[in-house]
C-alpha cells in the first residue's frame, strides 16, 4: 500500500503562482512515478504531469502547461513538487498526486486550487 498525501493549493489571483506537494509512505519502492493530475467541474480528470523513479528521473507534462508548470522532486525521494506559475481561471481544478505501482494506483484526497480573475 502507499498512502499520498497533497499540501499547497488554495486561492491565487490569475497571474500568481502556487506549489503544491506530495508527500509518499508505505511502500514506495513499489512506485513507478509520481505525477498530478486535476480535475475542473464538469471535465474528467486530466493528467498534468509525471516524475518517473528511474535514474534519469524523465518527467512528463501535458501540453497545455508546458513552460508553465514544473515538475520536481522535493525534500526526499518519496516527494514531489508542482510549480505552477502564471496561473489562469482555467487551472482552476481539483488537483490530485497519483503513484502506481504495477499492481494498482494510488491515490491522494486532491488539493483544491481556485485561480480568480
Known amino acids: 500500500q502507499v498512502q499520498l498525501v497533497e499540501s499547497g493549493g488554495g486561492l491565487v489571483q490569475a497571474g500568481g503562482s502556487l506549489r503544491l506537494s506530495c508527500a509518499a509512505s508505505?511502500?514506495?519502492?513499489?512506485?513507478?512515478?509520481m505525477g498530478w493530475y486535476r480535475q475542473a467541474p464538469g471535465k474528467e480528470r486530466e493528467m498534468v504531469a509525471r516524475?518517473?523513479?528511474?535514474?534519469?528521473?524523465?518527467?512528463r507534462y501535458a501540453d497545455s502547461v508546458k513552460g508553465r508548470f514544473a515538475i520536481s522532486r522535493g525534500n526526499t525521494d518519496d516527494t514531489i513538487d508542482l510549480q505552477m506559475n502564471s496561473l489562469q481561471p482555467a487551472h482552476t481544478a481539483v488537483y490530485y498526486c497519483?503513484?502506481?505501482?504495477?499492481?494498482?494506483?494510488?491515490w491522494g484526497q486532491g488539493t483544491q486550487v481556485t485561480v480568480s480573475s
Open positions: 508505505g511502500n514506495t519502492a513499489s512506485i513507478i512515478y
Open positions: 497519483k503513484s502506481p505501482s504495477r499492481d494498482q494506483s494510488y
Open positions: 516524475l518517473y523513479n528511474v535514474a534519469d528521473s524523465e518527467k
